[in-house]
RNA sequence: GCUGCCAUCGUCUAGCGGCCUAGGACAUCGCCCUCUCAAGGCGGAGAUCACGGGUUCAAAUCCCGUUGGCAGCGCCA
């Protein structure tokens, strides 16, 4: 059995979006379940629009998914090696195919501008064709030639294709699909700056870099009769085919701007956890028997294969992910928790945030509010009262429980008690804690909650926060003690 | 316009001729738990399986057509 091959090979026009990374997750998983290679090639043959940035852009979000690439830029294999479409260029290799398919008459020299391109095709459309190059180039006589490249005419190449039978593809998530080839024309395979175009490149690397299987998103179906044709030409076996139904946004339109965020850098700024948006991606397109929702990583790759991707495209759900993110961050210690935190700080240039804040604490405060963190930047207004020495008081939460006409007089009854009476406390700890307020509000016939809502914004300054009594132990007898006595002073 | 792909709750999906009075998940609603907010547990509502014709004893499932959505039709990838 041969090895597998297959490959991602993003164009680096921009940063890495939502389609992109599931086409490289696919690949990746179909990479390890088959226990094959993944190929990470950098397709930069779109001279206007490639950049250097955004290919180090590319590979960082990348690295960030931890879609490891065996091959690919800074893990060079010679016999492969390069993975840069235009250092491939530059080696002369799109060349010599492209004069070799010119030499046996499989391609040929084209003069028409552009402009005359454009026109025939309007012209075709106009008559209810489809629109294409009427191929006036394809029986240029030598001497016609000779006179154009006389008149310094530069050309582009162009493919011949076949003018009658179909060209069909067995799709591995598809099945059948046949392409009638009098529908295709003579596209170009090198452009006038002699470097090749997509479907031309994309054939040739696949062949040479031996990929067994392309995943890739359906809106690549159209161009594989285009890149079957040339294998053909050269005499070479086709890799299999696998095209996947594309993601949409809420509308159904394509994945755009106006639908949230399309950068997974993006998603990484806003706290997500690489597996939360892998897991997400996963389950768009995909499914096992039994529907299930949450994977770790390797019970994906074990059970990931191309039989049960769905054909129809999916709406990206960003409630789910964030469902799913929170069910990630749950799964973890609270160590784990700290670190991906810590992380996420350096990442977004935020480290001053927890400035002075002792690295102890902090971890025993996501302790307590484990199960509410969504999103990692969630974490600081989660806790942030327990750091500041000036608490801010909410509003609405000390008019509410503090001050309205009807709490006003127990909550300082319960305040100033509480002030005197916690200070000869010996154990404070929680569940002594919990006794010592219902014993009080027993003593003062008042309902717990009136004993607890009032120390609670008085210490947090809101009425959402931690289990109360967890809250106080950790913030420490002292702390406790000075803050009720500092509401009491503020509000009483 | 031409060609292709697709069509099950709002969304992601299960379903490959009888197990479907269509299952799960997110979201939503209610209840329980409870010191608040979450989390968790339980339950509800939500899908004439796009529509119309066949085939069959039997169709969400097979076939044909229609409609709708999407994609491609570049010297972009």
Same mark, same amino acid.
């Not at 402009?115 to 106009?126: G, N, P």
């Given at each position: 059995?041969?090895?597998?091959?297959?490959?991602?090979?993003?164009?680096?026009t921009?940063?890495?979006?939502?389609?992109?990374?599931?086409?490289?997750?696919?690949?990746?998983?179909?990479?390890?379940?088959?226990?094959?290679?993944?190929i990470?090639?950098?397709?930069?043959?779109?001279?206007?629009?490639?950049?250097?940035?955004?290919?180090?852009?590319?590979?960082?979000?990348?690295?960030?998914?931890?879609?490891?690439?065996?091959?690919?830029?800074?893990?060079?294999?010679?016999?492969?090696?390069?993975?840069?479409?235009?250092?491939?260029?530059e080696?002369?290799?799109?060349?010599?195919?492209?004069?070799?398919?010119?030499?046996?008459?499989?391609?040929?020299?084209?003069?028409?501008?552009p402009?005359?391109?454009?026109?025939?095709?309007?012209?075709?459309?106009?008559?209810?064709l489809?629109?294409?190059?009427?191929?006036?180039?394809?029986?240029?006589?030598?001497?016609?030639?000779?006179?154009?490249?006389?008149?310094?005419?530069?050309?582009?190449?162009?493919?011949?294709?076949?003018?009658?039978?179909?060209?069909?593809?067995?799709?591995?998530?598809?099945?059948?699909?046949?392409?009638?080839?009098?529908?295709?024309?003579?596209?170009?395979?090198?452009?006038?700056?002699?470097?090749?175009?997509?479907?031309?490149?994309?054939?040739?690397?696949?062949?040479?870099?031996?990929?067994?299987?392309?995943?890739?998103?359906?809106?690549?179906?159209?161009?594989?009769?285009?890149?079957?044709?040339?294998?053909?030409?050269?005499?070479?076996?086709?890799?299999?085919?696998?095209?996947?139904?594309?993601?949409?946004?809420?509308?159904?339109?394509?994945?755009?701007?106006?639908?949230?965020?399309?950068?997974?850098?993006?998603y990484?700024?806003?706290?997500?956890?690489?597996?939360?948006?892998?897991?997400?991606?996963?389950?768009?397109?995909?499914?096992?028997?039994?529907?299930?929702?949450?994977?770790?990583?390797?019970?994906?790759?074990?059970?990931?294969?191309?039989?049960?991707?769905?054909?129809?495209?999916?709406?990206?759900?960003?409630?789910?992910?964030?469902w799913?993110?929170?069910?990630?961050?749950?799964?973890?210690?609270?160590?784990?928790?700290?670190?991906?935190?810590?992380?996420?700080?350096?990442?977004?240039?935020?480290? $001053?945030? +927890?400035?002075?804040?002792?690295?102890?604490f902090?971890? %025993?405060? &996501? #302790?307590?509010?484990? =199960?509410?963190? !969504?999103?990692? $930047?969630? +974490?600081?207004?989660?806790?942030?009262?327990?750091?500041? %020495?000036? &608490? #801010?008081?909410?509003? =609405?939460?000390? !008019?509410?429980?503090?001050?309205?006409?009807?709490?006003?007089?127990?909550?300082?009854?319960?305040?100033t008690?509480?002030?005197?009476?916690?200070?000869?406390?010996?154990?404070?700890?929680?569940?002594?804690?919990?006794?010592?307020?219902?014993?009080?509000?027993?003593?003062?016939?008042?309902?717990?909650g009136?004993?607890?809502?009032?120390?609670?914004?008085?210490?947090?300054?809101?009425?959402?926060?931690?289990?109360?009594f967890?809250?106080?132990?950790?913030?420490?007898?002292?702390?406790?003690?000075?803050?009720?006595?500092?509401?009491?002073?503020?509000?009483?």
């Amino acid at each position: 059995m041969k090895e597998v091959r297959v490959r991602f090979a993003p164009s680096p026009t921009g940063d890495l979006h939502i389609g992109g990374v599931r086409a490289a997750l696919f690949n990746w998983l179909f990479a390890k379940n088959k226990g094959g290679k993944f190929i990470l090639r950098i397709e930069d043959t779109d001279e206007a629009r490639s950049t250097e940035a955004s290919a180090q852009v590319i590979l960082d979000a990348m690295k960030w998914l931890q879609l490891n690439w065996d091959e690919g830029p800074g893990n060079e294999f010679p016999k492969y090696a390069p993975y840069y479409q235009m250092k491939r260029k530059e080696l002369g290799i799109y060349q010599k195919y492209s004069d070799e398919l010119v030499e046996r008459n499989l391609a040929y020299p084209c003069y028409c501008t552009p402009e005359e391109v454009d026109e025939m095709r309007k012209k075709a459309q106009a008559n209810k064709l489809p629109p294409k190059y009427d191929g006036r180039c394809r029986r240029l006589a030598p001497e016609q030639r000779l006179q154009k490249e006389k008149e310094g005419k530069k050309p582009v190449i162009r493919f011949k294709t076949l003018e009658s039978g179909a060209t069909v593809l067995n799709d591995l998530i598809r099945g059948r699909i046949e392409f009638d080839n009098s529908l295709l024309d003579d596209f170009v395979i090198i452009k006038v700056s002699g470097t090749p175009t997509y479907n031309f490149a994309c054939a040739i690397d696949d062949y040479l870099m031996e990929m067994t299987h392309v995943l890739r998103g359906d809106d690549h179906i159209s161009n594989t009769p285009r890149q079957m044709q040339i294998y053909n030409a050269l005499g070479w076996k086709s890799p299999e085919f696998a095209h996947m139904a594309m993601i949409l946004g809420s509308d159904g339109a394509r994945l755009s701007k106006r639908h949230g965020h399309t950068s997974v850098l993006e998603y990484r700024k806003e706290g997500y956890l690489q597996e939360a948006l892998i897991n997400y991606l996963a389950l768009l397109g995909w499914s096992t028997q039994d529907s299930q929702q949450i994977f770790p990583i390797e019970e994906l790759i074990w059970k990931f294969s191309t039989d049960r991707c769905r054909s129809s495209p999916s709406i990206f759900d960003p409630e789910k992910l964030l469902w799913l993110n929170g069910e990630k961050i749950r799964s973890k210690t609270v160590e784990q928790i700290y670190e991906l935190f810590i992380d996420w700080l350096k990442y977004t240039d935020n480290e $001053k945030i +927890i400035d002075g804040w002792d690295r102890e604490f902090l971890k %025993k405060a &996501i #302790v307590l509010e484990h =199960d509410k963190i !969504k999103l990692l $930047k969630d +974490i600081p207004s989660l806790v942030d009262f327990f750091f500041v %020495k000036d &608490i #801010v008081y909410n509003d =609405d939460a000390v !008019k509410k429980v503090l001050l309205s006409e009807k709490s006003k007089d127990t909550s300082k009854l319960v305040l100033t008690e509480s002030a005197e009476r916690l200070k000869n406390r010996q154990d404070f700890s929680a569940d002594a804690l919990e006794k010592y307020a219902r014993d009080l509000a027993v003593e003062k016939e008042i309902k717990t909650g009136q004993v607890f809502h009032p120390i609670r914004v008085a210490i947090s300054g809101r009425t959402q926060g931690p289990s109360l009594f967890h809250m106080m132990e950790l913030m420490g007898k002292d702390e406790v003690i000075r803050r009720i006595s500092a509401a009491l002073a503020k509000f009483f």
